[in-house]
């Protein structure tokens, strides 16, 4: 069997040799090692990747929600491919044509007051190195951030990570404080509304500000719209009031736009829908989708004027790669010419969340259904009266089973999901066509029946 698109053929010796080759030689991250079999995969194309059987999977978690552009998009693997006959590779104290290029573009997107990028290798280094800006700038060291959250593997960003990734890392720098961020669905605050729970955890914000010590406090950082851990959209005027908390006892406001970046909500930034400005802002992922490792800081005007006579203490040797910064350039010739941003917002409000409506309707499995753009969790529960989760938090082994099962019967259904903790999201690439979006979301929605048998009726 041939697959007539991409003319990938079944190949059993290959798929032998590269699991060969990946169980003796490769270790795995945030894994037991011989507690995992990866899947080989042979190619990718748009929103779809094979394995060595000739088995295609819908891609709807974009890898780890970083490929915007989805695989092999052709106009980023001929920019890399231009760039690499030219000019490989040039240290970053050197100007580079992609990398200035780049660098403008994204400071135009992110809007006025924002002028300078700070080129990483990735969103964990973007974090460590925005917190160190607003350390030096602040002349202060305690960082706050939420316990639902994921901000990377270095030091200071796994130590700012809120999720059980975090536990066995410790400690790593111990100047980082935690606070609980609006939840609607499960408030923490027992909250009734969207508008209470703004109100509550503002407040609570607030106090642990002024309990921590504010004038010790240099920043305050929050994914825009929290990624990994649940896709929490902010309720109506929450990011505004950390915005005024910040600027009331002169703390750095950094938004950890990793994920969320570069259109996965229908925004060049989330922060941008909500009506509210960041001093700080961390992006990666979806800027190149992840082609060259590739992520950054942009900084607004008032904190890099602090380095123009002052040295900034840090650096990378392949901070803004040419090939990097080419694949991003096309990225954005990609959106504008595309129209990503207008069709990530149409297929969202259009195609996504009327279905999830309709499936949240239709499962007594679903608790909880939210999100924007192609961006949305499915909240899994064994009770929707009580919201009990489907599995318990941090669940492993035969406690995870059944969120394990939905993912499995996706899978059968040529659908590869992302799946955390009791949830599913829905995050395909921007390009996705829309008849394959509403075939992955009926796959799912299949999938869901399993679910429903460990659910109360």
Excluded at 301 to 315: L, Q
Aim: proline share 6%; glycine share 10%; aromatic share 8%.
């Amino acid at each position: 069997m041939t697959d007539t698109l991409t003319g990938i053929q079944p190949d059993l010796e290959a798929d032998a040799r590269v699991r060969a080759d990946d169980r003796g030689h490769v270790f795995h991250s945030w894994s037991a090692q011989a507690l995992i079999d990866p899947l080989p995969v042979a190619a990718g194309e748009g929103s779809t990747f094979w394995d060595y059987a000739g088995k295609a999977y819908l891609d709807f978690g974009s890898q780890l929600v970083n490929l915007n552009l989805g695989h092999q998009h052709p106009d980023l693997v001929e920019a890399i491919q231009r760039q690499a006959g030219r000019l490989a590779t040039i240290q970053p104290s050197m100007a580079n044509d992609v990398r200035g290029d780049l660098a403008r573009r994204i400071a135009e997107v992110a809007g006025d007051g924002f002028e300078k990028v700070f080129f990483t290798n990735g969103g964990a280094d973007a974090n460590e190195n925005a917190v160190r800006m607003a350390r030096l700038v602040t002349g202060r060291r305690k960082v706050l951030s939420m316990y639902r959250s994921y901000h990377g593997n270095t030091s200071t960003a796994i130590a700012l990570t809120g999720d059980p990734r975090r536990w066995p890392n410790e400690p790593a720098d111990g100047s980082v404080a935690k606070f609980f961020g609006p939840y609607p669905y499960r408030s923490p605050f027992h909250s009734s509304s969207p508008e209470e729970e703004t109100q509550r955890a503002l407040a609570h914000l607030e106090q642990t500000i002024v309990l921590e010590g504010a004038s010790t406090i240099a920043a305050v950082v929050i994914e825009t719209i929290v990624g990994t851990n649940g896709v929490l959209v902010p309720p109506p005027g929450y990011l505004a009031g950390v915005r005024e908390l910040c600027d009331r006892f002169g703390i750095v406001f950094i938004a950890d736009e990793v994920m969320v970046g570069f259109g996965r909500v229908g925004e060049w930034f989330a922060f941008q829908a909500f009506d509210v400005v960041p001093d700080l802002i961390t992006f990666a992922k979806g800027v190149n989708s992840g082609y060259v490792p590739l992520g950054g800081v942009v900084i607004s005007e008032r904190i890099a004027a602090h380095f123009d006579t002052v040295a900034f203490p840090g650096g990378l040797t392949y901070s803004g790669h040419p090939l990097a910064c080419a694949a991003g350039v096309a990225t954005f010739e990609v959106f504008e010419r595309d129209g990503i941003l207008e069709r990530v917002r149409d297929l969202g409000a259009r195609v996504v969340e009327p279905r999830l409506r309709q499936i949240a309707a239709r499962h007594p499995s679903v608790g909880d259904v939210r999100g924007m753009g192609l961006f949305w969790a499915i909240e899994l529960v064994k009770d929707a009266g009580t919201r009990e989760p489907l599995v318990p938090f941090n669940a492993t082994g035969a406690e995870a089973a059944p969120v394990a099962a939905v993912a499995a019967a996706c899978k059968r259904d040529g659908v590869w999901p992302f799946t955390h903790f009791h949830r599913m999201h829905i995050a395909p690439p921007l390009v996705i066509s829309e008849d394959e979006l509403v075939r992955g979301l009926d796959v799912i929605d299949r999938a869901l029946s399993v679910a429903d048998e460990h659910a109360a009726r």
